[in-house]
């Protein structure tokens, strides 16, 4: 399904599904960053009240984990993107005739 850590394969090597005729763009990156920036946003709260550490800390802490767990789970997000895509029948905008 994928030619590179994030990039779709133009098609299928297994039945020939051609992937290009799908747009999934940046739809899963900003799903990803809100769904992990609430959750890194509440684990970074529930820090500071508790332990109080440096500003140093919560960078050293926070940034990694938030770019690992985006990273991390683009292929699934992207790859669930297409699959829900493929299965309404999702397209670019057309216009009634």
């Known amino acids: 399904m994928f030619s590179g850590w994030v990039r779709f394969a133009d098609h299928c090597t297994a039945c020939g599904f051609d992937f290009a005729k799908f747009n999934v ?23 500071e009240l508790r332990f ?7 960078a050293l802490l926070w940034i990694p984990l938030t770019t690992l767990l985006v990273l991390g789970a683009l292929r699934f997000a ?16 057309r216009a009634r005739k």
């Not at 899963?28 to 970074?44: E, H, N, Q, R, S």
């Not at 109080?52 to 919560?58: D, F, I, T």
């Not at 299965?87 to 670019?92: P, Q, V």
């Open 25 to 47: 763009g940046d739809g899963p990156v900003v799903f990803l960053t809100l769904g992990v920036g609430t959750i890194v946003t509440v684990l970074a709260l529930v820090v």
């Open 52 to 58: 109080a550490p440096g500003v140093l800390v919560h």
């Open 78 to 93: 992207k790859g669930l993107l297409l699959a829900l895509e493929y299965r309404n029948d999702a397209r670019e905008g």
